[in-house]
């Protein structure tokens, strides 16, 4: 039998309200017949921050899936979503428990349980597009009419207790679709904490004496413990051909406005479901407007703009875009044109006594629960171990800091990993203890690493494809990344050139600056495009992409060749300043002009990835435009790095940007 989402609370401490027996106990007098309306405008929840407490206030379980309006006369049943869309025959095993109640219509919501018997929406989005419905449930928390008596005017408990007493009598079968949602009698922070414990949406707070009205307002308020939105898809990016995001906004001053990237929560059967939508509303041109909408390309596909997605996110940047998104489902219940900027309430009247007072508002942006932090639905354990001692300010940088950290630049950092396989050095005890590097894939390792196998190699290669991967290498401790330098999915096919500049302790960073610039200069005469990034300490890396189609494509012995005869001139016509003999003792006042990485499994740090040295320092792309004199590599940490990216063009252009290293030989003849 599938039990009601609530044992976590009931675990917690949380039991659901007892029904006063003094208002609305007492036998009421019928009132005159009331004709039962095809559909009633529902009661909307304005969405607050903080969960409100004192006994003006009821709670309820925030319930993940379809907001279903539930319509019975005699025996006829009509479900409809709260814009009136009819839906009956999407749930046929819900109409059919439905069609042994009286008279009435019900407001409830439609959800699928995963297996923890919580709320999956994404299991919803599946049972639907299966049509295998078999194991939705109707979650039923208020009763409008019952047996031509309209309930609206009766206060809020007497409605549910009169909707409990109906399901007890008419969908008593363990087997029925059809549940009573309970509330709870609860200090609401506390409510709020338990939900958040047990991996659920939220809360709904209701105010109990209060009548049904329809329309927004501030009786029922919605209390996430992970905001959620829903936001309008205006294009869908790929990469190499492959699905990889969704460009979203929300329509603000009378255009769509763009909102940001969603990069992860997509699975495959996720994405074979959602592209023949996406496709069939494609468009020749851009649905966004306004401040800053993105520019096209060959990989960018733009929209009609009437998809409406739910996404999981992390809160809003200030620019308006969102953080750290994650896909949840298309949803078919709500038009393009209504959705919005979701005004959040961040300074309510006192919610305690339902007055005009004002309280602060609290923001979460984590999910929090006994065994830990979860972030993006990865459960981080130990999230306040701290991994490095401080990012220069003093505090601890922490594995939730690094989790976060890797969601919030993970869409920027994906397209230089996706596909390679990755080299984790991971430092489970902080950057003080025992550090090791992991380049296969472990007995018991995490589900969102991706594998790759090497011909001849026993082991499999660890390979990070999502930004669940990148969370997962945090879980581990994985302090820094260090990919393989091929073309994605093409293990023997080089995919970029990687010029280490790497100076001697006494060598200051002011010349390493020139040295990437010399190197810049031979390499674009050339014919190359170059790009820049630091390496999180003391030096510069210098990378060009390479087209590695069929017709372009090289060996890795080409590419190292190439790449040690551009170092070996370099350093014959300046050879007071550089050097290829990485021996200390020669390399004094001098930069090591390193060509190594440039062979079959040879690494390089991540673009973004931290490193595991005092200050957590990242490796930080660049513009050519920022280096100049004077530049500290130790201001790109964890902490600085991802609101530097947002404000930031380095790397733009990075994929269009690649070059035929096979054509650049073939040119100079060798």
């Known amino acids: ?204 707070s209701k105010q109990p004496d209060a009548p049904y009205r329809s329309g927004r307002g501030s009786g029922w308020l919605k209390i996430k413990a992970r905001p959620a939105h829903e936001v309008v898809i205006g294009a869908w990016t790929s990469n190499k051909g492959k699905f990889s995001s969704l460009m979203v906004g929300v329509h603000r001053d009378g255009h769509l406005a763009y909102t940001g990237n969603v990069g992860t929560g997509y699975g495959a059967e996720t994405v074979s479901r959602i592209m023949p939508a996406l496709k069939a509303a494609a468009a020749a041109t851009s649905p966004f407007s306004g401040k800053n909408p993105p520019k096209g390309g060959p990989e960018i596909h733009w929209l009609k703009p009437e998809l409406v997605a739910e996404i999981e996110f992390a809160g809003w940047t200030s620019d308006g875009n969102v953080r750290q998104a994650a896909f949840k489902g298309l949803r078919q219940d709500k038009p393009a044109s209504e959705v919005r900027g979701e005004i959040v309430r961040t300074d309510p009247p006192d919610l305690e006594h339902g007055g005009n007072g004002k309280m602060p508002a609290q923001r979460v942006t984590r999910t929090r629960g006994n065994a830990g932090t979860a972030v993006l639905g990865i459960t981080i354990s130990n ?70 196998k ?49 100076p001697a302790p006494d060598v200051g960073f002011d010349e390493v600056i020139e040295a990437a610039k010399a190197m810049r200069e031979r390499l674009e005469q050339i014919g190359f495009t170059t790009f820049c990034k630091t390496t999180g300490g003391k030096g510069l890396h210098v990378v060009t992409p390479l087209k590695s189609g069929a017709r372009e494509a090289v060996s890795w012995k080409e590419a190292k060749a190439f790449a040690q005869a551009v170092c070996m001139q370099m350093a014959s016509d300046h050879a007071d300043k550089y050097l290829l003999n990485m021996s200390k003792q020669q390399r004094k006042g001098k930069i090591f002009l390193d060509y190594l990485r440039n062979d079959t499994m040879s690494t390089a740090v991540a673009v973004l990835s931290p490193r595991a040295r005092p200050g957590a320092t990242v490796s930080m792309p660049l513009t050519w435009a920022q280096l100049k004199t004077g530049l500290d590599p130790k201001k790109f940490t964890l902490r600085s790095a991802p609101d530097l990216m947002r404000r930031s063009k380095a790397w733009d252009g990075y994929d269009d940007a690649a070059v035929s290293l096979k054509a650049i030989l073939k040119k100079l003849g060798q």
């Open 1 to 204: 039998m599938r039990q009601q989402p609530l044992a976590a609370d009931q675990r917690a401490g949380l039991q659901p309200a007892k029904q006063s027996p003094g208002k609305g106990a007492a036998k009421r007098a019928r009132s005159p017949t009331a004709e039962m309306p095809d559909f009633v405008e529902p009661q909307l929840c304005q969405a607050s921050e903080r969960a409100p407490s004192g006994d003006n206030w009821v709670h309820e379980i925030k319930l993940d899936g379809y907001r279903i309006q539930m319509r019975v006369e005699d025996g006829k049943v009509s479900l409809k979503t709260r814009k009136a869309l009819d839906w009956t025959e999407k749930f046929p095993e819900i109409a059919e428990a439905a069609a042994k109640l009286p008279d009435l219509i019900i407001d409830g919501e439609v959800i699928a349980p995963n297996a923890n018997d919580h709320p999956d929406f994404s299991a919803l989005q599946a049972a639907l597009s299966d049509g295998d419905t078999s194991d939705l449930i109707y979650f039923a928390f208020d009763l409008l009419f019952e047996d031509g008596e309209d309930l609206r005017k009766l206060p809020l408990t007497e409605r549910k207790k009169r909707l409990e007493a109906v399901l007890a009598k008419h969908a008593r079968a363990k087997a029925s679709p059809l549940r009573y949602v309970a509330h709870f009698n609860a200090d609401g922070a506390d409510m709020l904490a338990s939900a958040r414990s047990a991996g659920l949406e939220g809360i709904i």
């Open 383 to 452: 999230p306040d171990k701290a991994l490095w001692p401080d990012d220069g300010d003093g505090k601890p940088v922490t594995k939730r800091d690094l989790a976060d950290y890797f969601a919030e630049v993970g869409d920027w950092m994906l397209p230089h990993i996706r596909g390679r396989p990755c080299s984790i050095v991971r430092a489970p005890d902080g950057i003080g203890g025992q550090q090791f590097f992991q380049r296969h894939v472990m007995q018991g390792g995490s589900e969102f690493f991706s594998s790759v």
């Open 454 to 502: 090497l011909s001849g190699e026993r082991k499999p290669y660890v390979q990070i494809d999502r930004i669940e991967g990148l969370i997962a290498a945090a879980q581990s401790g994985g302090v820094e990344l260090h990919p393989w330098n091929c073309a994605p999915d093409k293990i023997t096919t080089p995919g970029r050139l990687i010029f280490d500049l790497d």
